[in-house]
């Protein structure tokens, strides 16, 4: 499968424990994103790398988030101390640039539940 | 007001006829428009982009742009059940970078 692939697809935990997610993105891409979605909700961005270097990051993120991708390749996202609010889909995407059309092809999805 | 607004739905329509899905944006400057799908529990999974005023058809579906009205449309042509989804329209800014804005999305229902 040459799509991009996340672990874990579920993850529960409790309030105020850390959480590490992973996203492998289509191989040839350079540029890998991080999105939160709530229900109800559209894909909210959280950051986004080019190759290795983060270029960009919401305001909206907490300290508590960090995303590396260290190698250009995988990327991974932590939340420390988690809090329930943070219960919501974290979905990564991947694309080439330049490219076609800023394409970004997403994987399924890391959807986190904070008991 | 959100940079990206879509109507919530849900919308409603018969097998075999034309849905017609809007957004509007609030960023002047934005130069690329996209849409997207989403199954329920699934992962949005991109239908089209645009970048230049007037329509686009790609099979069954047709993206319609008016930068000056900020008004991005997409019409899906002889409507189907498998199509009853969430449909994201989705924006880039032009302040560096690709940080894309989505809309909360539109349900679409098909009825057989």
């Known amino acids: 499968d040459t799509g991009v692939s996340q672990n874990p697809r579920h993850k529960i935990t409790k309030r105020g424990q850390n959480v590490t997610f992973r996203c492998d993105p289509i191989s040839e891409h350079n540029r890998l994103y991080w999105y939160r979605q709530t229900l109800g909700q559209g894909p909210e961005f959280l950051t986004y790398f080019q190759n290795e270097a983060q270029l960009e990051k919401s305001r909206l993120l907490s300290d508590r988030f960090s995303a590396e991708r260290p190698k250009g390749s995988f990327s991974t996202l932590e939340i420390q101390r988690t809090e329930q609010g943070d219960s919501a889909m974290y979905l990564c995407a991947s694309s080439l640039y330049p490219g076609s059309a800023e394409t970004q092809y997403f994987g399924p999805g890391t959807r986190l539940l904070v008991l | 007001q959100k940079e990206v607004e879509q109507n919530s739905g849900p919308l409603s329509v018969p097998e075999g006829a034309i849905a017609s899905l809007n957004c509007t944006y609030s960023d002047r400057g934005s130069q690329s428009f996209f849409w997207y799908r989403q199954y329920s529990g699934k992962s949005p999974e991109l239908i089209m982009f645009?970048?230049?005023?007037g329509d686009k058809e790609d099979g069954r579906f047709t993206a319609q742009l008016n930068k000056a009205s900020q008004y991005v449309s997409l019409l899906i042509r002889d409507s189907q059940p498998s199509d009853s989804a969430t449909y994201l329209c989705?924006?880039?800014?032009?302040?560096?970078?690709?940080?894309?804005?989505f809309g909360a999305g539109t349900r679409l229902f098909v009825k057989a």
């Open positions: 989705a924006v880039n800014p032009p302040t560096g970078g690709f940080k894309t804005i």
């Open positions: 645009i970048y230049s005023n």
